[in-house]
């Protein structure tokens, strides 16, 4: 299974970046995909995910109003808009692949995880 993550970049503050993450050599319909992040001496933290056979989403709670999940099954492709972008929102994004039927962010249940890509705010 390979997960690449792109888009990721620098970008000022109020700005906007859409990430996206290529899914191979896996079932991507009917699965979880999610992305996460990590900011330098943080702990990782759940963004979004999304069940991809129904499109159930979940957001975490500072991303709401300003991050959407979305997929296209038919390019096994996830992606993360992000607009309104603050400093905070700085880190590594990765993507993740989770067997579950349905939409969440506990990190126990992601089997496959992207390289990452880096987005910096300033």
């Known amino acids: 299974v390979q997960l690449v993550e792109s888009g990721g970049g620098s970008v000022q503050a109020g700005g906007s970046l859409r990430l996206s993450c290529a899914s191979s050599?896996?079932?991507?319909?009917?699965?979880?995909m999610a992305w996460f992040r990590q900011a330098p001496g943080k702990e990782r933290e759940g963004v979004a995910a999304?069940?991809?056979?129904?499109?159930?989403?979940m957001t975490a709670h500072f991303a709401e109003g300003r991050f959407t999940i979305s997929q296209d099954n038919s390019k096994k492709t996830t992606y993360l808009q992000m607009n309104s972008l603050e400093l905070e929102d700085s880190g590594v994004y990765y993507c993740?692949?989770?067997?579950?039927?349905?939409?969440?962010?506990?990190?126990?249940?992601?089997?496959?995880w992207g390289q990452g890509t880096q987005v910096t705010v300033s």
């Open positions: 999304v069940y991809t056979g129904t499109s159930l989403r």
């Open positions: 993740a692949a989770s067997p579950a039927q349905w939409a969440e962010l506990n990190q126990r249940s992601y089997t496959y």
């Open positions: 050599g896996w079932r991507y319909i009917s699965n979880c």
